[in-house]
């Protein structure tokens, strides 16, 4: 079975510029989650999907990062203008969200961030 | 609201050892998950073992094991005859299973030394 899928796996970019980060969720979940790591800590969530509507974006800075998931497949999370704090791991999970209570998030490799 | 508590930010551990990564977790739920994900330098982040708070075992799987102390609000995992391979960081988590979003609250993380 295939995972997560994310790309680019790295990127650098200068303050105040945009960039957008993809993910392919593992065939027939239906929830997906954007979370954002920064160096020494937790990952803390940023947007969860339930097919292609989101369910969560409480934390999600919606003054400079947007994320859609369209077809309720991939998705994609931008950052527009990027800040030195953005400076994170970016990492996107998925699960059935249908086998009940208790289900495990898999996640793929995240994509690292750094803005200079 | 729920929070996770790891209060070792790094371990040493002698290969073939036990070794006991602690969490401490505080919610006012009364239908909870715990999890524990294992994050190696590649970062992507590995499902571990679960504990539902309705469990009256705790859970194990494999050389893994989650020490469930529901009075003191713990969730400890022991790892048991420690290999090099577990050298990584160590991340407790948790999700209300009312309403079942699947969410994970994630701690600040262990990072784990296996020496041989």
């Known amino acids: 079975e295939a995972g997560v899928a994310q790309s680019p796996r790295y990127k650098i970019i200068e303050k105040r510029q945009s960039v957008a980060f993809w993910c392919n969720p593992i065939?027939?979940?239906?929830?997906l989650y954007w979370y954002q790591q920064i160096l020494g800590q937790g990952p803390k969530l940023l947007i969860q999907f339930q097919n292609n509507g989101v369910v969560d974006d409480s934390q999600l800075p919606k003054d400079r990062f947007s994320a859609e998931r369209l077809k309720g497949v991939d998705s994609t999370l931008k950052i527009q203008p990027a800040k030195l704090e953005d400076s994170a791991v970016y990492l996107c999970a998925s699960r059935p969200g249908t086998t009940g209570v208790g289900e495990k998030l898999f996640f793929g490799s995240g994509t690292q961030l750094s803005v200079l | 609201a729920q929070k996770i508590t790891q209060t070792q930010p790094g371990m040493f551990v002698q290969e073939k050892e036990a070794v006991t990564l602690d969490c401490t977790y505080d919610t006012s739920d009364q239908s909870y998950g715990l999890f524990w994900y294992k994050q190696p330098s590649s970062g992507e982040m590995i499902f571990l073992i679960y504990?539902?708070?309705?469990?009256?075992q705790n859970a194990t799987e494999g050389r893994y094991s989650l020490n469930f102390q529901k009075a003191r609000k713990s969730a400890n995992l022991v790892i048991s005859a420690s290999q090099l391979g577990d050298s990584a960081m160590y991340f407790c988590?948790?999700?209300?299973?009312?309403?079942?979003?699947?969410?994970?609250?994630f701690g600040q993380g262990t990072t784990l030394q296996v020496k041989p």
């Open positions: 504990q539902g708070s309705y469990d009256e």
């Open positions: 065939s027939g979940h239906a929830t």
């Open positions: 988590a948790m999700t209300e299973l009312r309403g079942n979003t699947g969410k994970l609250i």
